[in-house]
T-cell receptor, first 110, second 119 residues
Framework: RKEVEQDPGPFNVPEGATVAFNCTYSNSASQSFFWYRQDCRKEPKLLMSVYSSGNEDGRFTAQLNRASQYISLLIRDSKLSDSATYLCVVNQKGTYKYIFGTGTRLKVLA | GAVVSQHPSWVICKSGTSVKIECRSLDFQATTMFWYRQFPKQSLMLMATSNEGSKATYEQGVEKDKFLINHASLTLSTLTVTSAHPEDSSFYIC???????????????FGPGTRLTVL
């Protein structure tokens, strides 16, 4: 079993739709969680950290469920510019080491 | 803040040559730098972790004699791909983490990547 698992997609959604991605992790010692966005042939860029209480940044909402060991990302009112691969990342307390999921590809269609 | 640069952004070389890639943290001190490799349509795979002034820690399956990493200062790490072959063609991305100003202690900041093509 992979340490971090994501549905690779692609998720094809119309503009304005709401879309949600889930990510599961296997290591219960994982302490920090992030969503990164990666555009084709570019480096990953931090979208948002994920906090225990859940957090929101504009159209993006991230949730963490430690009991079930998954995190989620909700995107509301999808824009064409949201088309990208979304990477789920976890790391353990006290280390900088990131474990990446394979990414979920999103295509927002006009 | 938290800007990481990489140089070169792309390189084409002949098989058998060595290629050096630089990774710099521009506005913070990176106590730890990471080197990743990404093949098309795959996720990032960590190659090695380097701490300033000490030897790099390589992930399983990564040849340390082929991928030489030097982290000589808190702002610079280099990856040298020695005797490159076509199968080494990939997207190499570095990241940096550290404690300086507003930089988070557990957050990695990524460089723009280096696309290596070995002919």
């Amino acid at each position: 079993r992979k340490e971090v698992e994501q549905d690779p997609g692609p998720f094809n959604v119309p503009e304005g739709a709401t879309v949600a991605f889930n990510c599961t992790y296997s290591n219960s010692a994982s302490q920090s969680f992030f969503w990164y966005r990666q555009d084709c042939r570019k480096e990953p860029k931090l979208l948002m950290s994920v906090y225990s209480s859940g957090n929101e940044d504009g159209r993006f909402t991230a949730q963490l469920n430690r009991a079930s060991q998954y995190i989620s990302l909700l995107i509301r009112d999808s824009k064409l510019s949201d088309s990208a691969t979304y990477l789920c990342v976890v790391n353990q307390k006290g280390t900088y080491k990131y474990i990446f999921g394979t990414g979920t590809r999103l295509k927002v269609l006009a | 803040g938290a800007v990481v640069s990489q140089h070169p952004s792309w390189v084409i070389c002949k098989s058998g040559t060595s290629v050096k890639i630089e990774c710099r943290s521009l506005d913070f001190q990176a106590t730890t730098m990471f080197w990743y490799r990404q093949f098309p349509k795959q996720s990032l795979m960590l190659m090695a972790t380097s701490n300033e002034g000490s030897k790099a820690t390589y992930e399983q399956g990564v040849e340390k004699d082929k991928f030489l990493i030097n982290h000589a200062s808190l702002t610079l790490s280099t990856l040298t791909v020695t005797s490159a072959h076509p199968e080494d063609s990939s997207f190499y991305i570095c990241s940096a983490a550290g404690t300086s100003g507003s930089v988070g202690t557990d957050t990695q900041y990524f460089g723009p990547g280096t696309r290596l093509t070995v002919l």
